[in-house]
């Protein structure tokens, strides 16, 4: 089993920072990969970024240029910063693992989520 603890988040006006951070426990061989998904109110689960642990990043293409997604291999935590937030990136931000649990089986996981608002 593997825990993914968030932390960050919270209140932030229109064209401000926020950093949220996830943290990975438990029982795994390795982390394949981390990253973030959003989601508001009546519309999908929106993949926001992900971080391999060969360092390789992907965005959507909403948060390009505002958002950095960066990883501590060593301490299995992912890190969002967030920058130039608009009242659309308002959501609750869930981090997400792919983890290595058996000799051939990998397995995704969910931390709880954490509220990000961006007020206007």
């Known amino acids: 089993q593997v825990q993914l603890v968030e932390s960050g988040g919270g209140l932030v006006q229109a064209g401000g920072s926020l950093r949220v951070s996830c943290a990975a426990s438990?029982?795994?061989?390795?982390?394949?990969?981390m990253g973030w998904y959003r989601q508001t109110p009546g519309k999908q689960m929106e993949l926001v970024a992900t971080i391999t642990s060969g360092d390789t990043a992907d965005y959507a293409d909403s948060v390009k240029g505002r958002f950095t997604i960066s990883g501590d291999n060593a301490k299995n935590t992912v890190y969002l910063q967030m920058n130039s937030l608009k009242p659309e990136d308002t959501a609750v931000y869930y981090c997400?693992?792919?983890?290595?649990?058996?000799?051939?089986?990998?397995?995704?996981?969910w931390g709880q989520g954490t509220q990000v608002t961006v007020s206007s």
């Open positions: 438990g029982s795994f061989f390795s982390i394949n990969a």
């Open positions: 997400y693992c792919n983890a290595r649990v058996g000799v051939a089986r990998q397995a995704k996981y």
